[in-house]
Antibody, heavy 122, light 107 residues
Framework: EVQLVESGGGLVQPGGSLRLSCAAS????????MHWVRQAPGKGLEWVSR????????NYADSVKGRFTISRDNAKNTLYLQMNSLRAEDTAVYFC???????????????WGQGTLVTVSS | DIQMTQSPSSLSASVGDRVTISCRAS??????LNWYQQKQGKAPKVLIY???SLQSGVPSRFSGSGSGTDFTLTISSLQPEDFATYYC?????????FGQGTRLQIK
């Protein structure tokens, strides 16, 4: 079964740091682009970051650029999100998800992890 | 960034109803459009990818159509388990963006 399991969320003060992890199983993790998507309480979905299968290319939403770093360890089948200089507006459930592609290079997200809650508050 | 606008933002319907949710992109995205269903407290789940392709395991009462800037998700006969929030998402260009969501409630 293809599965993604996030961990590492919690309560952190403004300006603090946190590292999220996403453990992958049931597929060849090293073949796939991976993403982080977040959802603030009661709000919609916001794409955060993505990383190429090899880890050689990364992209970020403007809202997190310069503060968050996505990385992966293909030997451990694990995706990470290092979050620094956290702000109240970063409070959200963070989901990891895998890229799927068809022959026309259209991509979509499947599956998704269950999410991990990050709360930034003093 | 490409803006995705869904309508309506919320919708009340009854079991057995036919329901249509619209999604409009701020520029042409060809068929780089996906639909997700999210139930309360759960992760999103893909229903339709590439505008009209049904994800494996998704009931055939769900269908998608459109290209360019205008897209539609249709549920042909609502079932109790379909009451949820639905999001469209474009993957045409970075950054990937989602619509604001359509909350489907029981009438």
């Amino acid at each position: 079964e293809v599965q993604l399991v996030e961990s590492g969320g919690g309560l952190v003060q403004p300006g603090g740091s946190l590292r999220l992890s996403c453990a992958a199983s049931g597929f060849t993790f090293s073949n796939d682009w991976m993403h982080w998507v977040r959802q603030a309480p009661g709000k919609g979905l916001e794409w955060v970051s993505r990383i190429k299968s090899t880890g050689g290319s990364t992209n970020y939403a403007d809202s997190v650029k310069g503060r968050f770093t996505i990385s992966r360890d293909n030997a451990k089948n694990t995706l990470y999100l290092q979050m620094n200089s956290l702000r109240a507006e970063d409070t959200a459930v963070y989901f990891c998800t895998r890229d799927n592609w068809n022959d026309n290079l259209v991509n979509w997200f499947d599956p998704w992890g269950q999410g991990t809650l990050v709360t930034v508050s003093s | 960034d490409i803006q995705m606008t869904q309508s309506p933002s919320s919708l009340s319907a009854s079991v057995g109803d036919r329901v249509t949710i619209s999604c409009r992109a701020s520029q042409s995205i060809n068929t780089y459009l996906n639909w997700y269903q999210q139930k309360q407290g759960k992760a999103p789940k893909v229903l339709i990818y590439a505008a009209s392709s049904l994800q494996s395991g998704v009931p055939s009462r769900f269908s998608g159509s459109g290209s360019g800037t205008d897209f539609t998700l249709t549920i042909s006969s609502l079932q109790p388990e379909d009451f949820a929030t639905y999001y469209c998402q474009q993957s045409y260009s970075a950054p990937i963006t989602f619509g604001q969501g359509t909350r489907l409630q029981i009438k």
